[in-house]
């Protein structure tokens, strides 16, 4: 892939190399998504679920999001870094936008979770709530250790963050 990928951008496709490589790996983290057990939700959705099967979701969304911070994000910065190693600059570009389309995938359903009515009686948001604290700290600390070396690297490359 680094051949293919540098072979492209020296022959002027430069922004057809990102566009395919974007949309591989999106539709690649996508599909391990799946594989973890993470499907999209609608917020529709969410408001029709029983409370029982909205904490079995609740619980899947934080194995996921540990998942994603532990394993599958530093994959693909990795990747990322690897392919493009002669154009840092869209390796920093490629992984960014990547991250930020996951992040919007899974708060989505966080924000479908504050929206419902099931979480309206107290004892119930505290079971939501104690439920996303178990990893919170381990999953803060994972993500902020990859987002401060995503910066590191966007400013070695003379890009804002």
Sequence with gaps: MTRIATAMISAGYGTECCQVYSIARRNAFNEALKNIGFDTISID????????????????????????????????????????????????????????????????????????????????????????EEDDEHVAANFSSLWTLHLISRREHGESA
């Design 45 to 132: 959705d969410v408001q029709r679920m029983q409370w029982e099967l909205l904490e079995v979701e609740i619980a899947a969304w934080i194995k996921v999001i540990k998942i994603c911070t532990t394993v599958l994000l530093p994959g693909e910065r990795k990747l990322c870094d690897t392919v493009f190693t002669e154009n840092p600059s869209n390796s920093v570009i490629l992984f960014s936008n990547l991250v930020r389309s996951v992040v919007i995938q899974l708060l989505t359903f966080a924000d479908a979770v504050v929206l419902t009515n099931q979480i309206s009686s107290p004892a119930r948001g505290a079971t939501a709530v104690a439920t996303a």
